[in-house]
């Protein structure tokens, strides 16, 4: 009997660690006009339907399941809080067809550790990653015209490259608050 309950218990060991990582269906998405305003389901990892253009103001807001995103290509909008707080995310795939990434865009995403920025980005409005305790990896492209004040805030584990960078281009250091 031992063996028995044993074995089925081994068997479901088996499977549970053999299951893939929980993804994200559109049916976990509440889309308004083509919009994700609100995503309700508890992935890890989402990848957000094709066809979708634009991530609605805090779609993703406080989400404490979701390690990993990634946007479809020909999405060009991120708008303002959309991961707000999501303090799980820890990589994002941005697609080349974004080119500013918002305020308050990934604002308290402390895990947040790879970020891929498309290489025609033009903006990092402030405090877009406030409080990242990241990203270590990050490049900012040559596109990039404007880096907000406090667009890096708490991020301290930006290479001295990233900054030095900013500093120079834009005149002003990338963690520092705004004026």
């Known amino acids: 009997m031992k063996k028995k309950v044993l074995n089925r218990a081994c068997a479901l060991a088996v499977l549970v660690l053999a299951a893939p990582a929980i993804t994200a269906q559109s049916a976990d998405f ?14 890890a990892e989402v ?3 094709e066809g979708i253009t634009a991530i609605g103001k805090e779609a993703f807001e406080g989400n404490k399941t979701l390690t990993s995103v990634t946007l ?11 991961f707000y707080y999501c303090t799980s995310l820890a990589s994002v795939t941005i697609p080349d067809s974004v080119t500013v990434i918002q305020a ?3 604002y308290g995403c402390g ?15 402030m405090y877009a ?3 990242c305790a990241g990203p270590a990896k990050i490049t900012i492209p040559s596109s990039i015209q404007e880096v907000g004040y406090g667009a890096f ?3 301290d ?11 120079r281009k834009f005149g002003h250091l990338p963690f520092a608050v705004g004026r």
């Open 129 to 131: 990653f406030y409080e």
């Open 104 to 106: 308050y865009t990934f």
């Open 30 to 43: 509440e889309i308004k006009d083509g919009v994700p305003v609100k995503y309700r389901g508890n992935a």
């Open 153 to 155: 805030y708490g991020c």
């Open 72 to 82: 479809p290509a020909g999405l060009t909008a991120i708008e303002e809080d959309a």
């Open 47 to 49: 990848v957000v339907p």
């Open 157 to 167: 584990s930006l290479s001295p490259t990233v900054v030095d960078e900013i500093q």
């Open 111 to 125: 895990n947040l550790a790879e970020v891929m920025l498309p290489d025609g980005l033009t903006a990092i409005k």
